[in-house]
């Protein structure tokens, strides 16, 4: 058919479903797409309202907050910035906990936004360690630093932050900064307690646990943080929060993505009617313990290993494997495409070609888990790359026993 543009997923030789593990975007269940294959309608008709106003008190529930929700129409980036912009001046100080390339981006976001950023280095294997975040917290005794911003789940290494101690540190020093997080990467995988945590800000976006197409991103939003707001003087426009409090959806400076709130709408009913958030947790954690004894299985031969080396930091929604040394990722992941028809992320920044994640974060079952495993195990052979066979075994021994 000339003129025929094949969608990606439809590779000439690839019949029947792409397996997409890749950590965000993430597949969207077929409930979700036909949600959202809708007229649009005008975003302050009420029926619309009704729909929006529910999706507004799921959101919450997933955050665990009863506090303020900001959301925009854009994607995790965005949200960054409107965290920024509406809390802090110019010039102030940011303290950056080391987690890997998303940490890398936001300190370079704070920089390019003009604040001063003070980082807390780790070894990207380990996670940086609690006492060095004390140490420089306790040797800012003039209040120095504003905001404390950590990438809870750090979706390039694989690897998870206890938010929950860098608030415990923060209360036992008295330090008044704003705490900060980035779920972008855990909301709805794994527990994120917003309120009981005391998280000033946190930021999330669509297309991850919530299993939505990319397209919005929003913040949690504490007291705390609004009354910060009040005093910042940085100039913004389409992320102000006072602008957004004037209007009808408290929210949104610009349209609405109607479209998505549909599927928002449905997205939440999958997780907190029909299958429950506590669920949609154990599950994100079966499937996790499985791919993590399936490359620990691999690794038995020189072969690949599990990049994150700190098994309290191990992530449940994405597996970042460490290629043997002088292996390419990008070849394996390219004969796992072309010829097994499935999708898994790549190495970003200084990992390119070191790694490979596999994504096993929101709408993901068994037998997708085995499925991308088994064919990951084929192209690792094709590829000529040492490991120990049997992988999928012990990824199916792992959730027998789950
Ligand atoms: N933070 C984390 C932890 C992420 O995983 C990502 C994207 O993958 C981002 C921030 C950036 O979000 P976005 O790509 O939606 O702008």
Redesign the pocket.
């Known amino acids: 058919m000339d003129g025929h543009v094949a969608p990606a997923s439809a590779r000439p030789t690839a019949r029947g479903r792409l397996f997409f593990a890749n ?2 975007p993430t597949n969207i269940p077929d409930s979700v797409l036909l949600a959202t294959a809708r007229a649009s309608v005008d975003f302050n008709d009420p029926l619309f309202m009704t729909v929006y106003d529910g999706c507004v008190a799921g959101l919450k529930k997933v955050l665990k907050t009863e506090q303020t929700l900001f959301m925009y129409t ?7 910035e409107a965290a920024l912009v509406n809390t802090l001046s110019p010039g102030d100080l940011v303290l950056i906990p080391e ?1 890997g390339h ?1 940490s890398d ?2 300190t370079k976001m704070c920089g390019t936004l003009g604040f001063q950023t003070q980082a807390v280095p780790c070894d990207w294997r380990r996670g940086v360690e609690m006492s060095a975040i004390r140490d420089a917290l306790a040797a800012d005794t003039a209040h120095k630093i504003k905001a404390v911003c950590c ?6 290494a694989g690897m998870r932050l206890p938010i929950d101690q860098v608030r415990k540190i923060m209360d036992e020093l008295g330090h008044p900064a704003l705490l900060m997080a ?5 909301l709805g995988c794994y527990d994120f307690r917003m309120d009981e945590w005391g998280v000033d800000v946190c ?1 999330g ?4 646990g919530l299993m939505l197409p ?1 397209g919005f ?1 929003f913040t949690g939003v504490s007291d705390k943080a609004l009354t910060a707001h009040r005093t910042s003087t940085h100039p913004r426009h389409y992320f102000d929060w006072t602008e957004m409090l004037a209007r009808k959806q408290k929210s949104f400076v610009g349209t609405v993505p109607v479209t998505l709130f549909y599927g928002l709408q449905e997205a939440l009913r999958l997780m907190l009617v029909e299958e429950g958030l506590e669920n949609v947790f154990l599950r994100h954690a079966r499937l996790a313990r499985a791919v993590r004894a399936c490359v620990q299985h691999w690794s038995g031969n020189n072969g690949p290993q599990l990049f994150c080396q700190n098994p309290e930091r191990y992530s449940d929604s ?1 597996t970042a494997i460490l290629m043997p040394e002088g292996h390419d990722a990008e070849v394996m992941r390219k004969i796992a495409l072309e010829k097994f028809n499935v999708s898994t992320g790549g190495g970003l920044a200084k990992l390119s070609g070191k790694i490979f994640r596999i994504g096993h974060l929101g709408d993901l079952n068994e037998p997708m888990i085995l499925g991308t495993l088994a064919s990951i195990e084929m192209a690792l052979g094709l590829a000529g790359v040492p490991h120990a066979k049997g992988g999928v075994q012990a990824a199916m021994d792992s959730l027998l026993k789950a």
């Open positions: 950590p965000g854009a994607s995790g980036h965005g949200a960054w987690t998303f981006s936001w990438v809870h789940n750090e979706t390039a980035d779920t972008i990467s855990s930021v976006g669509s297309q991850k990319t991103s994405v």
